[in-house]
């Protein structure tokens, strides 16, 4: 491996990254401007945006490590996926773009609040409180994705490479503010297309053939070639199978993915990013899979399947393009981190300071809360991701599924149940948050594994439906829903 | 077995990207294709 290429790689790729930051700026000098960008953004910005801030490190390294492991069982994630990602953009895209512009909302809560005509800023504080502690968590797990990828391929040492990473990150985020991060994303994402179009396609040539790479594994284990895998038809086989489905269900309303709804120019805009969302994130899923069927074939027998792609990307390409592979595992985590660090500073600095104690601060000092909140967030999860603090590895267990669940069943009762009603939504954002953190501890090993967003899902929706039956929905309530429909 | 691969692994696949597309298509071109005219309030227009 030569490391200057690759360290010329980087150093092209973070300068990239500044320049954008630098070009963003004008931009991020008030508050809407630094958290959706103005509402100004086009198709291929959101649709890329999404899917990259959807899929970190996990998608290149673990979902390749998942084709490695149980084979095309995985295909029940890519179902997931492919299908919560389409029903985002078709069923949640419009008619949240159309609230959220009623509205004139640039934060999930701002759409709740509004929406349940909360005067306490009951939705603001819960919000705030799920947001940070996820976000922070999050941030700094990815953070340390970060700097062992830098040591393990450059050997800068850990320390060293998680201080690289933050400090570009936090740059470009915090001076360009969320068009920075949007185009990054879609710098970020066209990396990540390439890379997962170009390993699997090398990875089959390399192995023979696809009649090689089937046979092969056919010999080995030809249950790895099956929708259930070594698992079977079993519970366990099929409990696994809706756990891996259930993956993908986050995409319809995660609050970082639902904020590139607000984000988009218009709804022509949203319509185009659709379709760019759903081809990008088919190849996303279908060639991290079959790249590691691929690197099955190729390097049997490795200890840990989630380093079939950095193995692939240095046994199989010249040095320069390990270096590029290395930029595409960083753009993943990257692309996650400054989506939610902008998503808690707007909780911060929209939600709670804006809204709640200073509502006459002006613009530009608002927006330069945001950039602090920003860096002040980032330098927390930072200083966890230094210290290595074993903690954070058990809060990003339900990070994910924490935030989907706290916030997609009521997010879709609200936009398509008229009698949905606030303390309906405020008992569904609990109870959603509570069941996934508490499945986890306490349910999810004698279970079968069943992946708590599953449980999340369904306690936020049973405690959105249940309370709302037994209370009254906000005045006009009905007539709005009706209203934003004809529009559509 | 179907190019090595079980059916059920290709109607699997096919379901994910087949199923996904559909939708998907089948709302660009709604959209794409003329925007609806705003739903009338007018009973008698219905009638």
């Known amino acids: ?488 | 077995m179907i190019l090595g691969l079980p059916w059920t692994t290709w109607l699997l696949l096919l379901a994910a990207v087949g199923g996904g597309l559909a939708i998907e298509l089948s709302f660009y071109r709604r959209e794409r294709g003329g925007t609806p005219e705003p739903r009338s309030t007018d009973p008698k227009e219905h009638s």
Not at chain 1, 90 to 112: G, N
Not at chain 1, 321 to 327: I, M, Q, R, S
């Open chain 1, 1 to 488: 491996m030569s490391s200057p290429t690759i360290i010329a790689v980087l150093v092209v790729y973070g300068l990239v990254l500044i320049a954008i930051g630098l070009w963003s700026r004008r931009e991020s000098r008030n508050v809407a401007g630094y958290f959706v960008a103005g509402k100004k953004l086009p198709s291929w910005v959101i649709a890329f945006s999404t899917n990259t801030t959807g899929e970190s490190a996990w998608l290149l390294l673990g979902l390749t490590g998942m084709g490695y492991a149980v084979g095309l069982h995985a295909l029940w994630i890519v179902l997931g996926e492919i299908i919560g990602v389409t029903m985002s953009w078709v069923v949640v895209a419009l008619p949240f773009k159309a609230y959220t512009d009623r509205y004139e909302a640039i934060t999930v809560p701002d759409y709740l609040e509004a929406r349940f005509r909360d005067t306490r800023h009951i939705f603001r504080l819960l919000s705030l409180i799920i947001i940070l502690s996820m976000v922070t968590a999050y941030t700094a797990a990815q953070l340390t994705a970060i700097g062992k990828a830098f040591d393990a391929f450059l050997a800068t040492g850990y320390g060293t490479g998680v201080i690289i990473g933050a400090a570009i990150i936090l740059y470009y985020t915090s001076v360009g503010g969320f068009k920075a991060v949007a185009y990054s994303d879609l710098l970020q994402g066209v990396l990540m297309f390439l890379g997962l179009l170009v390993l699997p396609i090398v990875g089959f040539v390399a192995a023979g053939g696809w009649a090689a790479v089937i046979n092969g594994i056919s010999l080995e284990n030809p249950a790895l070639l099956t929708p259930m895998g070594e698992l079977g038809l079993s519970v366990r086989g099929v409990i696994s199978a809706i756990g891996f489905v259930g993956i993908g269900f986050a995409f319809l309303g995660a609050p970082q993915l639902l904020t590139r709804f607000m984000s988009a120019r218009n709804r022509e805009e949203i319509v185009k990013g659709s379709l760019i969302a759903v081809v990008c994130i088919i190849f996303f899923d279908i060639g991290a899979v079959f790249a590691g069927l691929a690197g099955r074939s190729l390097f049997p027998g490795l200890a840990d399947p989630e380093t079939i792609l950095p193995i692939m990307s240095a046994e199989l390409f010249p040095p320069i393009f390990t270096g590029v592979f290395l930029v595409i595992v960083l753009a993943a985590s990257m692309s996650t981190v400054d989506s939610l660090l902008i998503l808690a500073s707007s909780a911060v600095v929209r939600d709670v300071i804006q809204k709640i104690f200073e509502p006459g601060l002006s613009e530009i000092r608002l927006s330069l809360f945001g950039k602090l909140t920003t860096v002040v967030i980032g330098a927390l999860a930072f200083a966890l991701a230094i210290g290595e603090v074993r903690m954070i590895f058990w809060f990003v267990l339900f990070a994910w599924s924490g935030l989907a669940s706290a916030f997609t069943p009521v997010v879709l009762c609200s936009l398509f149940w008229k009698r949905t009603t606030r303390a309906g939504a405020i008992a569904g954002m609990i109870a959603g948050f509570l069941a996934a953190v508490i499945w986890v501890v306490a349910f999810k090993e004698h279970f079968y594994d069943l992946y708590e967003m599953i449980p999340g899902f369904a306690a936020g929706f049973a405690a959105t439906v249940g309370v709302s039956l037994v209370t009254e929905p906000p005045e006009r309530a009905a007539e709005e829903l009706d209203e934003v429909r004809a529009t559509m």
